[in-house]
């Protein structure tokens, strides 16, 4: 995170903070369009607009580039690959994020939430529905992820 500080027209000082933040997705609004696309494309452009180091991280792209101010980074992983936890690892620590946003629940959860813990920066989860919370043995998202399921993990994690 930066500090400057400077001085405005009315002679007071002004803090200007300049922070990085990583969004952590399986998919990217212009390659796969969906609630939660748009709103962390929202997000991460606004903020970007605003001087924040923006970057996001998804394997729907093969190559880095820059859409509106936001530096996407291309994941190799699928979403249940078993090297996704290093890979995002490593993208995360080139990328030395102030802050990581990470939406809906899968394996990049677990991933986030392990570099946030490791390296003591913040990690936003964002949640699309309650579910997303629960632990219940028959839940569709349970069935769906099975005994990889992260909520699980991080709920037992947490406590």
Known sequence: ?????????????????????????????????????VQ???????LA???????YL?????????????KLYPIRSSLVDATVEKEI???LSEINPDIIYQRGRSTFTKACYHYCSKNNIPLV???????DCRVFRNSLR????????PVRWLWTALR
Not at 49 to 55: A, E
Not at 125 to 131: H, K, N, Q, R, T
């Open 58 to 70: 998804t394997p729907d792209i093969k190559s880095a580039q820059v859409d509106q101010g936001v």
């Open 125 to 131: 989860f964002a949640l699309s529905m309650d579910i």
């Open 142 to 149: 349970l069935k769906e992820y099975g005994s990889r399921n």
């Open 49 to 55: 607009s605003s001087g924040w180091h923006v970057t």
């Open 1 to 37: 995170m930066t500090i400057q500080f400077t001085r405005s027209n009315t002679g007071r000082n002004l803090t200007t903070v300049s922070q990085s933040i990583c969004f952590v997705a399986r998919h990217y609004y212009k390659k796969s369009i969906g609630g939660a696309e």
């Open 40 to 46: 962390m494309f929202l997000l991460a452009t606004q």
């Open 89 to 91: 690892s490593t993208s």
